[in-house]
């Protein structure tokens, strides 16, 4: 059984840094997406960063590359996010996802959601001006 468990959220001022975590359990495959999806308020949910596991590959949405980082810590099964120069617009509930097994790597289809099999129950950023 997969287990996705974010932590790490809160609220900071714009400019500031907040960093996500997520443990993972009960992913065997070789090579799968993980990823990090926001949900603002009325808006759908929207791809931030994506990763290759068992490559690694990365890919981001643009409105979040050069301030976000995405980062697999395989020996801890962790998925991480850091978030630096947030911005209020960045504020939304955030998911960690895993697929299943993916054979090849395509940037642009790790900020699908319908890519994703496993999702969390999100955790919440909040990022006043």
């Known amino acids: 059984q997969v287990e996705l468990v974010e932590s790490g959220g809160g609220s900071v001022q714009a400019g500031g840094s907040l960093r996500l975590s997520c443990a993972a359990s009960g992913l065997t495959y070789r090579y799968y997406y993980m990823g990090w999806f926001r949900q603002a308020p009325g808006k759908e949910r929207e791809g931030v960063a994506g990763c290759y596991v068992g490559g690694r590959s990365t890919y981001y949405a643009d409105s979040v590359e050069g301030r976000f980082t995405i980062s697999r810590d395989n020996a801890e099964n962790t998925l991480s996010l850091q978030m630096n120069s947030l911005k209020p617009e960045d504020t939304a509930m955030y998911y960690c996802?895993?697929?299943?097994?993916?054979?090849?790597?395509?940037?642009?289809?790790?900020?699908?959601?319908?890519?994703?099999?496993?999702w969390g129950q999100g955790t919440q950023v909040t990022v006043s001006s």
């Open positions: 996802a895993a697929s299943s097994q993916k054979t090849w790597w395509l940037p642009s289809r790790s900020m699908v959601k319908e890519e994703y099999n496993y």
